[in-house]
């Protein structure tokens, strides 16, 4: 049974649906595999199993036809994300106890579409900042080298997938919250396009920069995720009703791009050598499937100002009260994100919307002429874990600690979607993941293109692996 943690989840559901396994048995892979090795890398710090088998008991009382798209399928949950009766600290110590009675509506459509929620997965304090580690559970270990970080905010969920603790995983991103980690440890991660996934509204109903989205080994696997996860809801304003045809079918169709546009750096960001030279070598090999390559953006030169306005306006919307009530409880970076916020005049935001517009219009100018656009997912190879973030990258000392990760959240501006796929190894055999960006609600050819990359580079086997210890 201990090596079904080396199939892909698509081919789980397959042994679910022809009654090979039983949810019950993935359960039980699950939790010998985390008291294998989670001590290792702190990805998954709160287990539910009892709650699971009591779930996956009452699907097993349905036809297996009757059980939903992922059939049984265990999932863990970021924790940022309610679950009924599991706690959800949000990685602060101000919520190390809190114990929500409703379950996001995320959540319910999963288990509605038959996944089973075994666990929660470790994010830094509520989400802040690109290296998962926070006061309540510690720090999450890079399984590639457990001296560094598995980038963030979705790192927990990330380094379950790499290290076999997970087939599936559920995510979210606003800077390259799926993106990072899913480069630092060689999955594939999604950022979706607004309302793609419903999720329950908190603090303002049209709240846009951090969205949810799925995580996984392989596109496939992905794409599987996305349709379970898809589909409006009226709690969700925003939310897009299912397309007519699988986010899987998609990614199977062959549909690879005719025209593709690489850049280094969108011209905003330094970007380490050896992942420039990496991922340019990764998206030249889009040749093999026909496709013309070529180096080009859009125009993204007000990303850092439009950024550092408008997400310092969600976290003073959002986070306000809780530095007037717990600022000692606060770590530092999240204390000048809320303080950035509460100085803003309504001309700075103005302004900022403004430029989002304008990127947005200039990104689906882009579009007309080229199917898709790749960058490198992150700039550098997996730091240090006791490195808060990356300060400087190729001579460039950096303002804050978000502004590293300008080749990400320039594109959650233009409101696209994006993954980042397992493109190469660096010197040191550390991953790197190629950006993979298609116009707004694009995720069908996305997918469709990134599983041509993805058999061309022959990268889709690399992971599950165990923990390594540093070289």
Not at 162 to 178: C, E, I, K, P, R
Not at 406 to 424: E, N, R
Not at 445 to 455: C, I, S, V, W
Request: hydrophobic letters at 40%; one cysteine or more.
């Amino acid at each position: 049974m201990q090596n079904l943690i080396r199939e892909s989840a698509c081919g789980v559901i397959e042994k679910l649906k022809g009654g090979e396994v039983t949810p019950l048995d993935l359960l039980d892979v699950l939790e010998r595999r985390i008291a294998e090795i989670d001590g290792k890398v702190n990805a998954l710090p709160i287990l539910c199993f009892d709650r699971a088998r009591e779930h996956a008991m009452a699907l097993m009382k349905r036809a297996v036809a009757e059980r939903g798209l992922l059939a049984g399928l265990p999932v863990p949950i970021k924790d940022l994300t309610d679950v009924a009766g599991v706690r959800n600290t949000l990685g602060s110590p101000i919520f190390k106890n809190n114990v929500p009675a409703r379950s996001d509506i995320l959540v319910e459509r999963l288990e509605e579409n038959g996944g089973v929620v075994y666990a929660k997965s470790n994010t830094p304090e509520f989400g802040a900042g690109a290296n998962t580690f926070n006061e309540v559970f510690g720090a999450t270990l890079n399984p590639w080298d457990t001296s560094r970080s598995a980038a963030g905010s979705s790192g927990g969920a990330a380094v379950a997938l790499a290290t076999g603790m997970a087939w599936l995983a559920h995510g979210s991103d606003m800077g390259g919250s799926t993106r990072n980690p899913a480069s630092f440890c060689s999955v594939v991660g999604l950022r979706t396009s607004i309302g793609r996934v419903a999720h329950t509204p908190k603090f303002k109903v049209d709240r846009n920069l951090g969205l949810p989205g799925p995580m996984a080994r392989n596109v496939e696997d992905l794409a599987l995720l996305l349709d379970a996860m898809s589909g409006e809801h009226p709690a969700d304003p925003l939310s897009l009703p299912k397309l007519p045809h699988s986010f899987l079918s998609a990614a199977r169709s062959g549909k690879g791009p005719k025209r593709v546009a690489y850049s280094p750096d969108l011209g905003i960001t330094p970007v380490d050598p050896q992942v420039a030279a990496i991922t340019r070598k990764a998206a030249a090999r889009f040749a093999e499937g026909g496709a013309i390559v070529e180096e080009a953006h859009p125009d993204f030169r007000e990303a850092h100002e439009c950024f550092h306005v408008l997400r310092a306006f969600d976290f003073a919307v959002s986070k306000a009260a809780l530095l007037r009530k717990h600022r000692e409880l606060l770590k530092p970076e999240i204390i000048w994100n809320i303080e950035e916020g509460l100085k803003l005049t309504v001309e700075q935001i103005e302004r900022a919307e403004t430029q989002r517009t304008a990127m947005t219009e200039r990104a689906l100018e882009f579009f007309k002429t080229y199917d898709l656009l790749l960058t490198p997912a992150t700039i550098v190879e997996p730091f240090p874990v006791q490195e808060r973030y990356v300060t400087e990258c190729a001579g460039k000392r950096f303002d804050n600690y978000v502004e590293w990760l300008a080749i990400a959240y320039a594109i959650t501006l233009a409101c696209c979607p994006a993954l980042s796929l397992p493109c190469g190894f660096t010197s040191s055999g550390l991953p790197v993941g190629l950006q993979m960006v298609a116009a707004p609600r694009g995720e069908a050819q996305l997918l469709a293109g990134a599983k041509m990359l993805e058999d061309i580079l022959g990268l889709r086997d690399a992971t599950p692996i165990e923990p390594r210890e540093p070289r």
